[in-house]
């Protein structure tokens, strides 16, 4: 019986990727010619040679898999690492977290433009829709808590002039959704495949030390272990630890762009009258309050000043009683109801403070090492573009290295190119105007006030919709990354 020589591979199109399987006589073998045009694989057999199989679960890619570290499992790594194992199921991907257990606290924060579309093209969007809250706009308010200007929702991909976006989430929220969604991906990869992806999440871990070489980094972690990874992402936040290790600590500090504001975050029970409304105050001496209640039993509450820079700046160096009571000496007798905001603030068990920057570096990767997220360009809050940064920098690095067949000093040098100038516009703020929504007198209080809302009765009237063609960066296609969309 004559002897059958069983030969496959993948052919690429720019929609999807179908496994062909090729039955040959091996006396005909040796005719056989493979070659690649573009994308695509073609061959000079017949093509009723050829059996098309379903292939529905996740492909490999071309190139060799990837053992990649994330550090950080905020918003930015979760996302890195589904996107990362949609393009190559083979990809060894570990996740690095510093705390205990998956950081679930934090504030409220946006959904907006490309983000959402990098969503809806992960297949999560309606999860994430799922867990919005039901914040409809915000009012701006006067000592005795009356409305002197109102603002609505800011519908996704556009740009109104308003607090709130179409899509409002809670940080921790959002930071499950992908946690979760990465799981069950990587679960569901036994029963397609025969066993599970290699995603793992290790907690209460973080590196020490980074090793570059031409074809790896080796990281020491905090337990002692060392391992070399092809590949090392810094999603660690605006205080990354992987940045300084990588660039030094002389260019980590330089990144860091202060806004001249410091901010403290926390939440307490809500009170009788507050609803769906955020709702902002403004204090002399160049004292902000914000509190968003969303519909839910908790109150966030959000203050920001640009006085007493210097002493706030101090109290992040002490416990977080320490800071606590620099804030509350700073806003006490700040009218409105701010001694009740400061009072659930001593009892508090989410406070955090932080002085308000930017992180703006002249590159976002050295060597084999890049950073993703606000590691490597924190927008500030200010911005509302934070989630959205993260993901267009996931999605942006993960494509390109599928599309380069994990080459990574190529994907890395075509991710910056691809990904800095939607990242520009995310960080876009008028700093130098930043001190006008903080004033220092009643009087410039009262100015600030009648301003907005003249400016909340003007914008409705003079507002014109944005066409796609004049909403940005347009988000690129990556039929690499083999996604739902």
């Excluded at 640009?306 to 009683?321: A, F, H, N, P, T």
Aim: aromatic share 8%; glycine share 8%; charged share 25%.
């Amino acid at each position: 019986m004559e002897r059958i020589v069983r030969s496959p591979f993948s052919l690429l199109t720019s929609t999807r990727r179908t496994r062909y399987t090729f039955l040959l006589n091996p006396s005909s073998a040796k005719n056989i010619l493979l070659h690649q045009r573009n994308q695509f694989y073609t061959t000079n057999i017949r093509i009723n040679n050829i059996r098309q199989i379903n292939y529905k679960s996740l492909q490999s890619s071309v190139g060799m898999p990837l053992n990649v570290l994330i550090v950080g499992a905020g918003v930015a790594g979760p996302a890195l690492a589904i996107l990362l194992q949609k393009s190559d199921p083979n990809n060894k991907i570990t996740v690095v977290e510093r705390s205990p257990s998956l950081r679930v606290a934090g504030q409220q924060i946006d959904l907006k433009a490309q983000g959402v579309e990098i969503l809806r093209k992960m297949g999560l969007l309606d999860t994430m829709k799922s867990h919005c809250v039901n914040e409809t706009g915000v009012e701006i308010l006067d000592s005795n808590g009356k409305q002197q200007a109102f603002f609505g929702i800011n519908p996704s991909g556009q740009r109104r002039l308003t607090l709130t976006a179409e899509y409002e989430i809670m940080r921790g929220d959002a930071v499950k959704v992908l946690y979760e969604a990465s799981l069950k991906q990587n679960a569901g990869l036994k029963e397609e495949r025969g066993k599970e992806g290699e995603l793992t999440y290790e907690f209460d871990k973080t590196i020490t030390d980074l090793t570059q070489h031409g074809d790896g980094v080796d990281v020491t972690f905090s337990d002692g272990q060392k391992k070399r990874f092809d590949l090392v992402v810094a999603a660690d936040g605006q205080g990354s630890r992987t940045r300084r290790l990588a660039f030094g600590q002389e260019v980590s500090d330089a990144a860091f762009k202060p806004l001249g504001v410091h901010a403290a975050y926390y939440s307490i029970p809500r009170s009788e009258g507050e609803g769906e409304l955020a709702r902002a105050y403004s204090a002399p001496g160049r004292r902000l309050v914000v509190t968003r209640t969303s519909g839910r039993p908790m109150t966030q509450v959000l203050l920001f000043t640009m006085g007493d820079g210097e002493k706030l700046r101090k109290s992040y160096k002490e416990s977080v009683e320490k800071q606590k009571e620099a804030f509350a000496e700073t806003y006490r007798g700040a009218g409105w109801e701010v001694d009740r905001l400061l009072s659930g603030m001593a009892t508090c068990t989410d406070f955090y403070a932080h002085e308000v920057g930017q992180v703006r570096m002249d590159r976002w990767y050295k060597g084999r090492v890049a950073l993703l997220g606000d590691a490597g360009y924190c927008p500030s809050p200010f911005t509302g573009m934070g989630t959205t940064g993260c993901l267009i920098g996931a999605y942006v690095l993960a494509g390109e290295l599928a599309r380069r067949n994990n080459d990574v000093p190529q994907a890395l040098k075509a991710y910056e190119e691809i990904a800095r100038p939607p990242i520009n516009e995310c960080q876009a703020l008028p700093t130098e105007s930043l001190g006008t929504f903080f004033p220092s007198s009643r009087l410039g209080i009262w100015v600030l006030r009648k301003f907005l809302w003249v400016v909340s009765k003007v914008e409705p009237i003079t507002y014109k919709p944005q066409t796609e063609e004049n909403q940005g960066w347009k988000v690129p296609e990556y039929p690499e990354l083999n996604l739902k969309s």
